[in-house]
């Protein structure tokens, strides 16, 4: 299948590829952030870590049901997530891991490859480091 721009996909799968403002996954190409949730993968508007918040989660959020862990990718930079939104999740029982996106990436592909009920948060790299 050839490469297209995509804004969502019905399906949660392993990412084949990040870099160049976006990611490759099944086939297909998506520039920008990316949320990976139970049942999808769909553009995510954050460009930035200060632009994570609860109203930029709300798709995670109403999947927390289905999900133990929420992997999210910050970028090239790490930086500490609000209290209100770790404390959101755990009320959940969900765990959250918040590192840079390439880590974030290699960590979701194997938890997917495990079947575990994963769910990731990840802002696009130009550049992979």
């Known amino acids: 299948m050839a490469e297209s721009e995509v804004r969502s996909y019905p399906q949660q799968t392993q990412i084949d590829a990040y870099g160049n403002g976006g990611f490759r996954f099944a086939g297909v190409s998506h520039r920008g952030s990316l949320l990976c949730v139970p049942g999808s993968m769909q553009a995510w508007g954050v460009e930035r870590a200060d632009q994570v918040t609860l109203e930029t989660l709300a798709p995670v959020l109403a999947a927390a049901d289905d999900i133990d862990v929420l992997l999210i990718g910050l970028g090239h930079d790490i930086s500490a997530i609000p ?29 997917m490859a495990e079947e575990r009920a994963v769910a990731a948060a990840l802002i696009a790299v130009d550049r992979v480091r």
């Open 83 to 111: 209290r209100q939104l770790r404390e959101a999740f755990r009320e959940r029982q969900v765990i959250v891991e918040a590192i840079a996106t390439g880590g974030a990436v290699r960590t979701y592909n194997v938890l």
